[in-house]
């Protein structure tokens, strides 16, 4: 089983809001990721958790707080974002950060801010 | 600086003729190659990946890659496509500077197969 999942599928947030996206895997991973996906461009990386700790935060604004809950979990808030912020956001996981292990995408959350 | 080319924003392919998705890589060191396909509004599936060894790599839906070192290539092949094969697909190399790790995509090749 290579299932990565996320929840919602979609969300449609104000400015003022505040959300979480949520994705899970079950496959042991050590290593998840978050990346923002803009239309018909590649996946941008935000975010790499490593055994539990972040790793990675490629100069991502505040408005976008990751949280890896346990090795199953990731999260990812979101306050006060911006129109420009609207995109497909994906996880992934590996077995580990380093190395030859294959990325395991979610099936994304597709984010609208208004 | 490590990075993928995908030279083709397009590609169109008859339906039941071969198919080349083309890709060359530029790392330091060995390259962990990658391939994966985007269908529209969904997530990335994993096709295939090159680590070492032989050099024709076989992966998933009947899709192969190449790796050729000396022309730092790793094109995607199917000898015969379909129309369900119409999708986005990426070439990624890990970046193996250092500590980082993380995937590097080329900008993603579309691929229409026409009946």
């Known amino acids: 089983d290579t299932e990565v999942t996320q929840t919602p599928k979609h969300l449609v947030m104000g400015m003022t809001n505040k959300k979480s996206l949520k994705c899970e895997q079950h496959?042991?991973?050590?290593?998840m990721y978050w990346y923002k996906q803009k239309a018909k461009k590649p996946p941008e990386l935000m975010f790499v958790?490593?055994?539990?700790?972040?790793?990675i935060n490629e100069s991502v604004p505040s408005r976008f707080s990751p949280e890896c809950p346990n090795s199953s979990l990731l999260n990812l808030h979101l306050h006060a974002l911006q129109p420009e912020d609207s995109a497909l956001y994906l996880c992934?996981?590996?077995?580990?950060?380093?190395?030859?292990?294959?990325?395991?995408f979610g099936p994304g959350t597709r984010l609208t801010v208004l | 600086a490590q990075s993928v080319a995908q030279p083709e924003d397009q590609v169109n392919v008859a339906e039941g003729n071969p198919l080349t998705v083309k890709c060359t890589y530029s790392?330091?060191?060995?390259?962990?190659l990658f391939w994966y396909v985007q269908y529209p509004n969904r997530g990335l599936q994993f096709l295939l990946k090159?680590?070492?060894?032989?050099?024709l790599v076989k992966g998933s839906y009947g899709f192969e890659a190449e790796f050729n070192k000396s022309q730092t290539s790793f094109h995607l092949k199917k000898p015969s496509a379909l129309v369900s094969d119409s999708a986005l697909y990426f070439c990624?190399?890990?970046?193996?500077?250092?500590?980082?790790?993380?995937?590097?995509f080329g900008k993603g090749t579309k691929l229409s197969v026409k009946p």
């Open positions: 992934a996981s590996s077995q580990d950060r380093l190395g030859p292990d294959t990325q395991y």
């Open positions: 496959m042991g991973h050590r290593a």
């Open positions: 958790y490593s055994y539990e700790k972040l790793s």
């Open positions: 790392v330091s060191g060995n390259p962990y």
């Open positions: 090159y680590i070492t060894g032989d050099n």
């Open positions: 990624a190399v890990r970046d193996n500077r250092g500590s980082q790790g993380n995937l590097i």
